[in-house]
Nanobody
């Protein structure tokens, strides 16, 4: 069974932190570009952070830069997103993906795509006081 499963979402207060995790089964994450997207109902899915396939370079959207940190644990075949200084507009369903990176940073658009993509079901993050 080839899949990715997210965990770690929940309720956080503004200024707080959450750590999302994504575990992959049936394939190796380091063979793919990997990243996190988020989506609010009625809005387009937004790329948040990525790690390129062939190098450890990380990429962040404008809203995620300096607050979120993406990391990959090759030994455990897992992907993480550490989110600090959370804001109410970070509220969204967060998806882990292997095989697709697509985000808009400060002055650039980063995209990397594999012929195969894996998407999780998402984990809800709500930031509210």
């Amino acid at each position: 069974q080839l899949s990715v499963v997210e965990s770690g979402g929940g309720l956080a207060q503004p200024g707080g932190s959450l750590r999302l995790a994504c575990t992959a089964s049936g394939f190796t994450l380091r063979d793919y570009p990997v990243g996190w997207f988020r989506q609010v109902p009625g809005k387009r899915r937004e790329g948040v952070a990525c790690i390129a396939r062939d190098e450890p370079t990380t990429w962040y959207s404008v809203s995620a830069k300096d607050r979120f940190t993406i990391s990959r644990d090759n030994a455990n075949n897992a992907l993480y997103l550490e989110m600090d200084d959370l804001r109410p507009d970070d509220t969204a369903n967060y998806f882990c993906t292997a095989g697709r990176c697509d985000l808009v940073g400060e002055g650039f658009h980063y995209e990397q795509q594999h012929r195969t993509e894996f998407w999780g079901q998402g984990t809800q993050v709500t930031v509210s006081s």
